[in-house]
């Protein structure tokens, strides 16, 4: 490789700007009162007919919103919320994490494959044409997010946009469901006794990730601090997670590692927590593997729970709730628990939102193939 | 759909793999931001960090191995377990095979190897073989194939090759909108540079819809010109059950 002049210090890596819509609404605060409610937004599905699916219900915004619409909305609100006008967006580059359009596969011509969305939200919010999509499922968007934090920290780039979105749609509950991995009494119960697995939502987030120096020449406050970030992978099964967690584990601990923080500092856990019987038992393995002792103590829940599963746009929705809860120093509810189950002994955050005086909350993610990240953000 | 570019590669197999250092990267420098620079090495008894991580500034980014499909207009592509219907995931699993038994031999890799070694698989056309049987079933209101769930996403493969060769580093799934090796390099370079992996084994593979050429795909080995100086991983790997079971 040829070398590279020495990067300037760049500072942490810290987020100035964020969007996010749910099925509670369009809005950070729409969101943070969805998951501190700890009232789920699951109802039946009337987006498209889902007669043929033995789960019927999903968390959905209302009507037929398009993709690339609501991405270039959460976009725009983030780079607003950054104070990052046109000429700031079109040196900068942008990184989407998306779920395929079914339109896409219907009709060769309809201008809707993951290509297409990705450069009409370029297109529309002003950044550069082609941008790269990440497509590793329900890692895609904390892959994306730990790139962008590597590009920053690494002198390549003063900031990175992050967007990522996921619309329920009928090809993804028919596949969910012929593969039995909804949660057929229509809750999602994390790391609780009796869960019977996980259930789809909509889930649309960008974030605007700087130096600090950057931000801090542009006189902009960040939000958060991206303190830490870590990947690694199972070696283990096609769409099984390692049992004993080791693999999110050594994420965890990368993390930790790059943020130089100790276990005992994280505060708060936004865990990947589908409510899948095996998923859970081995996210719980990890956490005990990777924090140690402090894993009897740091409180958790997974917000999945309320606002379902986002897919590719899960890992920046989580991690949009896991910064709203840094600022709110209030912990998200771990709803639909029905008991405890001993494969996963953790402070759960049951009940009702938890008052908390937290510097550092760690946002899991976990996929198929083994796949595993870890997002540590801090106070501002 | 989008060709898989190769112009500008440096590694053009003459066999079913090919191993030997090639230099990194005329190809994808000549495009988009700078490639990645070495982060600082991680300090002595950081937890994660390979005892060769300090020698990644020395040695350099080289493709260590490489390999390509089809080699010929007669080349199959042997089926997978678990996996039907379209010929997205044997062809990843195939080039996967050729380039890392050209550099491993048998399978699986070495724990002090593949314990740190990422898998990025790149495509812009995805399996859209896969994506139609879903829509099919969907419009027809048929039940979709329970297989079809698992393969539905680019993650399964990524993850049957990361258990098949015992490859531990970060699994990462993209779709490059242009300049697919070049951006697929820059992928590479950046997990390099970030510290969770000391090798990357890139897949790039597209499928071609009927009648406009045909799948066709490189995998790529890419990794210190002195990989692997020697040590051992940080939280050695056992080969799964399973694995050893059913022959994967």
Redesign the interface.
Same mark, same amino acid.
């Given at each position: 490789m040829a070398s590279l002049p020495p990067a300037a210090e760049p500072g942490p890596v810290v987020i100035t700007g964020m969007g996010v819509t749910s099925a509670f609404g369009r809005g950070p605060a729409a969101l943070l009162d969805g998951v501190l409610s700890g009232t789920p937004a699951f109802a039946p599905v009337t987006r498209f007919s889902a007669e043929h699916c033995r789960v019927k219900v999903a968390a959905q915004l209302p009507g037929t919103p398009l993709l690339a619409d609501e991405i270039s909305a959460a976009l725009e609100d983030a780079c607003t919320d950054a104070g990052a006008g046109p000429e700031l967006r079109a040196r900068t580059t942008l990184l989407l994490a998306l779920h395929s359009d079914p339109a896409a596969a219907r009709d060769a011509a309809a201008d809707r494959t993951v290509g297409d969305t990705a450069g009409l939200v370029a297109a529309r919010c002003g950044f550069p044409a082609a941008p790269r999509v990440y497509s590793a499922a329900c890692v895609a968007a904390s892959t994306a997010v730990a790139d962008a934090a590597a590009m920053i920290a690494s002198g390549q780039a003063d900031r990175v946009a992050v967007a990522a979105g996921f619309l329920v749609d009928n090809d993804s509950l028919a596949l969910f469901d012929a593969g039995r991995a909804l949660a057929v009494d229509g809750q999602v119960r994390p790391f609780s006794a009796g869960r019977r697995g996980l259930l789809l939502g909509d889930g649309v987030a960008a974030v605007l990730l700087e130096s600090a120096a950057a931000a801090r020449d542009r006189g902009i406050r960040p939000a958060a601090v991206l303190a830490g970030w870590g990947r690694a992978g199972d070696a283990y099964h096609v769409v099984q997670p390692r049992p004993d967690g080791s693999g999110l584990a050594r994420a965890i601990t990368s993390a930790l590692r790059r943020a130089q923080l100790d276990p005992a500092d994280v505060g708060y856990v936004n865990a990947n927590g589908t409510g899948t019987s095996f998923s859970d038992a081995a996210e719980a393995a990890a956490l005990h593997r990777g924090l140690g002792p402090a894993a009897e103590r740091v409180p958790v829940s997974s917000t999945k729970s309320v606002h379902g599963h986002a897919l590719e746009a899960s890992g920046l929705l989580e991690l949009i709730v896991a910064v709203l809860a840094l600022r709110e120093q209030r912990l998200p509810v771990n709803a639909g628990y029905l008991g405890p189950d001993q494969d996963c002994q953790l402070d759960l955050v049951l009940g009702a939102a938890r008052e908390a005086g937290l510097r550092y909350a760690l946002s899991l993610n976990a996929a198929f193939g083994g796949a595993n990240t870890a997002l540590l953000v801090g106070a501002a | 759909m *989008?060709a898989l570019s190769v112009a500008g590669s440096p590694a053009v197999p003459a066999a079913g793999g090919t191993s030997g250092a090639v230099p990194?990267?005329a190809g994808a420098?000549a495009a988009g931001?700078?490639?990645? #620079?070495? $982060?600082p090495t @991680?300090g002595a008894g /950081?937890?994660?960090?390979a005892p060769w991580a300090g020698l990644r500034a020395d040695g %350099?980014?080289v493709i260590l191995a490489s390999a390509s499909w089809p080699l010929s207009p007669a080349d199959q592509l042997p089926a997978i377990p678990?996996f039907v219907t379209s010929s997205f995931s044997p062809l990843v699993a195939e080039l996967a095979d050729r380039c890392l038994q050209s550099y491993f031999g048998a399978r699986p890799a070495s724990q002090a190897l593949?314990g740190r070694t990422?898998?990025l698989l790149a *495509?812009?056309s +995805?399996d859209?073989a896969t994506? #139609?049987a879903?829509?099919a079933?969907?419009?027809a +209101?048929?039940?979709?194939?329970?297989l079809?769930?698992?393969q *539905?996403?680019?993650?399964?493969?990524? +993850?049957?090759v990361?258990?098949r060769?015992? $490859? #531990? %580093? @970060?699994?990462?799934?993209?779709? @490059? #909108?242009?300049d697919t090796l070049a951006?697929a390099h820059r *992928?590479a370079?950046?997990l390099l /540079?970030?510290?969770?992996a000391d090798a990357v084994l890139l897949i790039l593979a597209e499928q071609v819809?009927a009648g406009d050429g045909g799948d066709h795909g490189l995998a790529q080995l890419i990794g210190p010109s002195s990989w692997p100086p020697g040590g051992t991983p940080?939280?050695p790997?056992s080969q799964?059950d399973?694995?050893q079971e059913r022959g994967i």
């Open positions: - | *989008s990194l990267l420098q931001p700078p490639l990645a #620079a070495p $982060l @991680p /950081a937890a994660g960090a %350099g980014p678990g593949g990422a898998v *495509s812009t +995805g859209i994506a #139609a879903v829509a079933a969907v419009e +209101g048929r039940r979709v194939p329970p079809l769930f698992f *539905s996403n680019p993650n399964a493969v990524a +993850g049957y990361a258990a060769w015992g $490859l #531990a %580093g @970060p699994v990462v799934c993209t779709m @490059p #909108a242009a951006d *992928s370079l950046l /540079a970030d510290g969770d819809q940080p939280e790997l799964p399973h694995v």
